[in-house]
């Protein structure tokens, strides 16, 4: 089936979702709570993995995932992927201590061309939409035959819908959407930290 005849799946919304405990091994951890457990996000995943492998049905993709967020979605995201596909990674960075820095550096450039490719940006989050807007960008002058973007999770921020300063960047393929917390595990980390949580927790801010 054409990608573009295929019925999208809907996003579990976990906007207004509470928290679960914190599982034991986790629990010194600085979390609120747990937002997404790892059986959920090994799920949807799946679903994500067979959206994405249609696309490949067009010919080949080629995955360009952002570092580090992104490193621990991607490994299994591609693991249930059979088409034809190559990966690589960016590295960009724009969060610091939890608060947006303001600016983003680019941490490691492209290494492969991408011309006349067929490319999908992977990403842990969409938040302001910045980093996929400058990622896609820079991609898009590079002369690809196209650029997606997959996340896996889509931050609503209301403070934003309401300032009019939404996102004008969507993804294609959107794993959750979640609320306006500052989350952690699965590859998202605060100051580095937590990247290794097998779930997605919200942290404890010290503001919050
Ligand atoms: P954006 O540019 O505001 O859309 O932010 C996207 C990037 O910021 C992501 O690639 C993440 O690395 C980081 N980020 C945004 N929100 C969070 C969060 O809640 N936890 C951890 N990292 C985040
Ligand atoms: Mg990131």
Request: hydrophobic share 40%; proline share 7%.
């Amino acid at each position: 089936m054409s990608p573009s005849l295929r019925r999208p799946s809907i996003i579990p919304d976990y906007r207004q979702s509470g928290l679960q405990p914190v599982p034991k091994p986790w629990r010194d951890f600085p979390l609120k709570g747990m937002l997404l457990d790892a059986d959920t996000i090994r799920e949807r995943i799946e679903t994500l993995a067979s959206e994405i492998q249609e696309e490949t049905e067009d010919g080949p993709l080629l995955m360009i995932g952002i570092l580090s967020g992104a490193s621990v979605f991607m490994a299994d995201l591609i693991r249930h992927m059979r088409g034809e596909l190559e990966v690589t990674y960016i590295g960009v960075s724009s969060y610091r201590s939890g608060i947006t820095s303001g600016s983003l550096a680019w941490t490691l450039p492209l290494q492969v061309d991408i011309k006349h490719r067929r490319v999908m940006i992977v990403d842990d989050i969409l938040d302001t939409g910045r980093t996929l807007e400058m990622v896609t960008t820079h991609l898009e002058s590079l002369g690809p035959a196209s650029v997606k973007r997959c996340v896996l999770l889509q931050k609503h921020r209301e403070s934003l819908h309401q300032e009019g300063d939404a996102p004008t960047i969507q993804a294609e393929h959107v794993g959750f959407l979640i609320p306006d917390t500052f989350v952690v595990g699965y590859g998202l980390d605060m100051d580095g930290q937590m990247r290794q949580l097998p779930f997605i927790g919200s942290v404890l801010l010290p503001e919050s």
